[in-house]
C-alpha cells in the first residue's frame, strides 16, 4: 500500500478525530509529507505539513485546532483534529509535499478517509 489515509467519521461540530496514514517507504523517505482536503464541489487544499525532522505548518483555517505528527518508523502520518466544525467535512489524504513528487514516482492520491462534521 503506497498511501492508505484511515480514522475518518461522523461527529458532531466541536468533536475530534485523529486520522492516519500509512504510507509506503519510498514515499515517507521524501522530506516533507502532509494531509489534504477535498471538500464537495471545491478543489483539494493543502491543510497541514510536517518535514522529517518535525517542522509543522498548517493552513489558516485550521490553525490552532488540528496538529500533524509523524512517526518516521512507522512510515505513518496522523492528523489530530479537535473543535471540529462543519466546514471540516472533506475527504482527507495524505501524500508527499507537494505531491508531484509522489505522482512522479507513480504514487496515486489512494481513496482518502472521510470526515462528516454534523452541526
Known amino acids: 500500500v503506497q498511501l492508505q489515509a484511515s480514522g475518518g467519521g461522523l461527529v458532531q461540530a466541536g468533536g475530534s478525530l485523529r486520522l492516519s496514514c500509512a504510507a509506503s517507504g519510498r514515499i515517507f523517505s521524501i522530506n516533507a509529507m502532509g494531509w489534504y482536503r477535498q471538500a464537495p464541489g471545491k478543489q483539494r487544499e493543502l491543510v497541514a505539513t510536517i518535514t522529517s525532522g518535525g517542522s509543522t505548518a498548517y493552513a489558516d483555517s485550521v490553525k490552532g485546532r488540528f496538529t500533524i505528527s509523524r512517526d518516521n518508523a512507522k512510515n505513518t502520518v496522523y492528523l489530530q483534529m479537535n473543535s471540529l466544525k462543519p466546514e471540516d467535512t472533506a475527504v482527507y489524504y495524505c501524500?508527499?509535499?507537494?505531491?508531484?513528487?509522489?505522482?512522479?514516482?507513480?504514487?496515486?492520491w489512494g481513496q482518502g478517509t472521510l470526515v462528516t462534521v454534523s452541526s
Open positions: 501524500n508527499a509535499v507537494p505531491f508531484t513528487i509522489a505522482t512522479r514516482l507513480g504514487v496515486d
